[in-house]
């Protein structure tokens, strides 16, 4: 992509139209990068530079209002952190733009319904925040989104292809191929698989803890996931919302054995997972067999899970198996998936 200086005139013409918006502040303290970045003609420009320049002066004026909207409703301390996302560097691994983005459409969603009496950065008992608080036809839940991008192997691979200029102009990149090292775990729906459960251990039990998570026990709760992939997902799905997760002998693995069939099962994930961490000093032994039967059943505190590609929702489960009070009934993820799929013109 070779942008000119007549496409940095053109954003800023756009934004003459929104003085003193979130995002005509946030481009002019980019500015002198996006000519950095034109003058080089470099493979990657500033996030917010593309979203302007691709959309039109209604669209950017409809985000615009949409971030206030979030800003407006976030905890005061918070603030400057709702809005950093457009400041985001350019780069295939800066996952800062994408994530910001998609928090900003979710909140968005939920804050326009009157009747959900939305609140942000919700305080949970044990001192962590949730993303949302809605009270949907009066039953509290608790709404917690991420973002699941390519991984870093990924990238790494399509900066290599994207600075190769022969094969990036011929637009073919096959893998595994020569930009793969040979120890390669990706592309890999076994790899795909275990970074869904790292993903989603992160927040029910990040580090294997389930006692920090922001999803917790005696809860309603939702996770909302934006997933850059797709095959190796619903395997984890199936696995994680199981009411008696598959089991395979436990055998010790050389550290460079690559990912296969028996590591997307959650228990053999669970014990590689935690020998990684009591490795790396992060988790005491004893606590993970003391704590093992928590652990193993902190997917229960989901009610739901909800997965989008893009724009798109591909997976909407309900948790058959989560605790009493974690349960989401299908006419209330149903009524969330309204909510999910009005897409503004902005995030599609």
Not at 55 to 71: K, R
Not at 72 to 80: G, I, L, R
Not at 323 to 345: A, L
Request: net charge negative; hydrophobic share 35%.
């Amino acid at each position: 992509m070779c942008l000119t200086e007549n496409n940095l005139t053109e954003v800023k013409r756009k934004l003459e139209l929104l003085p003193n918006s979130n995002v005509r502040v946030a481009f002019e303290s980019i500015e002198h990068d996006v000519r950095k970045q034109i003058s080089e003609q470099s493979i990657y420009y500033s996030p917010l530079f593309i979203f302007l320049l691709g959309n039109d002066e209604s669209t950017i004026e409809e985000f615009e209002n949409d971030l206030q909207l979030v800003v407006q409703h976030s905890n005061s301390k918070m603030k400057k952190d709702v809005i950093s996302f457009l400041m985001a560097a350019s780069g295939s691994k800066n996952r800062s733009w994408e994530s910001g983005l998609f928090e900003i459409f979710v909140k968005s969603r939920f804050l326009k319904r009157n009747d959900l009496a939305t609140e942000l950065d919700y305080t949970l008992p044990n001192s962590k925040e949730v993303d949302l608080h809605i009270n949907l036809r009066g039953k509290g839940i608790n709404i917690e989104c991420t973002l699941l991008d390519e991984s870093d192997e990924d990238k790494d691979v399509w900066d290599k292809f994207c600075a190769d200029k022969e094969a990036f102009d011929k637009g073919v990149l096959i893998r595994p191929g020569k930009y793969d090292n040979s120890n390669s775990k990706s592309p890999s729906p076994y790899y795909n698989a275990a970074r869904f459960y790292d993903k989603v251990f992160d927040k029910i039990a990040p580090s294997l803890c389930p006692e920090e998570g922001q999803l917790i026990e005696g809860a309603s709760n939702i996770l909302i996931i934006f997933s850059k992939i797709g095959f190796g997902i619903n395997w984890s799905l199936d696995e994680l919302l199981r009411d008696q997760p598959w089991s395979v002998s436990l055998r010790e693995k050389p550290r460079d054995t690559p990912i296969g069939p028996d590591d997307i099962l959650l228990i053999p994930w669970l014990h590689h997972k935690a020998e990684n961490l009591i490795r790396e000093h992060k988790l005491m032994n004893d606590y993970y067999h003391k704590h093992y039967t928590k652990i193993v059943e902190a997917p229960r505190k989901i009610g739901a899970v909800m997965v989008l590609k893009y724009s798109k929702l591909i997976y909407s489960r309900v948790n058959y198996n989560s605790e009493p009070n974690s349960k989401i009934s299908h006419s209330e993820i149903s009524s969330i998936e309204d909510i999910i799929q009005n897409m503004p013109k902005w995030y599609n």
